[in-house]
Nanobody, 115 residues
Framework: QVQLVESGGGLVQAGGSLRLSCAAS????????MGWHRQAPGKQRELVAS???????TYADSVKGRFTISRDNAKNTVYLQMNSLQPEDTAVYYC?????????WGQGTQVTVSS
């Protein structure tokens, strides 16, 4: 059974930082590309950052320079370090394991940034 379990969300003031973690089980983590997505109320889910199985990272323009995605294959975990958080970063953040023919999603963790 595949599980992706996010943690690290919470309430933070604007300008603050959070680090999200996503622990994977039931998959060969090292061969999956991994992504972080977010969904704000009333908006579509959007890609925030992704990291390939080789460690190449990509970012949405809105988070470049503020967020850093990383992975630890020994721990089957992907991280999202979020700095300089702004109220517009408020959303539920989801972890995604990506590999054809099937992708997997976590249950999400809430991030709320107060002004």
């Amino acid at each position: 059974q595949v599980q992706l379990v996010e943690s690290g969300g919470g309430l933070v003031q604007a300008g603050g930082s959070l680090r999200l973690s996503c622990a994977a089980s039931g998959i060969t983590f090292s061969i999956y590309n991994m992504g972080w997505h977010r969904q704000a109320p009333g908006k579509q889910r959007e890609l925030v950052a992704s990291i390939s199985n080789g460690g190449t990272a990509t970012y949405a323009d809105s988070v470049k320079g503020r967020f850093t995605i990383s992975r630890d294959n020994a721990k089957n975990t992907v991280y999202l370090q979020m700095n300089s958080l702004q109220p517009e970063d408020t959303a539920v953040y989801y972890c995604k394991a990506i590999r054809f023919p099937r992708n997997y999603w976590g249950q999400g963790t809430q991030v709320t940034v107060s002004s």
